[in-house]
């Protein structure tokens, strides 16, 4: 998936930003995403948008109104599936006696 993903706060605002502009990214800047496209699979921002929807003009954009239609952010979906005990293991099992999500660190300890 080509999300990408910030987590900081903006001055002023508790709002936190999950989505970054993959055009400003390549080229080493972070702005907060404004719009996606589902054709590209890359998020923008309002500056880079525009010429984005000169050259694709028949691409899909989706803007914070229709967030419901991005994807999940790549930092919730690490968040997510990080173990709490050993933060650089994935959950990737399910212990049935216990039943709980775990990792193959946590089941070599304690499953």
Known sequence: MAASAQS??????NEVKDYICNACEDKN???SADFYCKQCDRFYCGNCIDP?????????????K????????KKVVDFLLSCDEHKDNKV??????????????????YH
């Open 66 to 73: 229709d967030i419901d239609k991005w994807p999940v952010s």
């Open 52 to 64: 984005h929807g000169e050259v694709l003009a028949k691409h899909t954009t989706f803007g914070k």
């Open 29 to 31: 800047k972070v702005t």
């Open 8 to 13: 900081s706060d903006d001055q002023g605002s």
């Open 92 to 109: 990737d099992k399910f212990c049935t006696i216990h039943r709980q999500l775990c990792c193959p660190q946590c089941v070599s300890d």
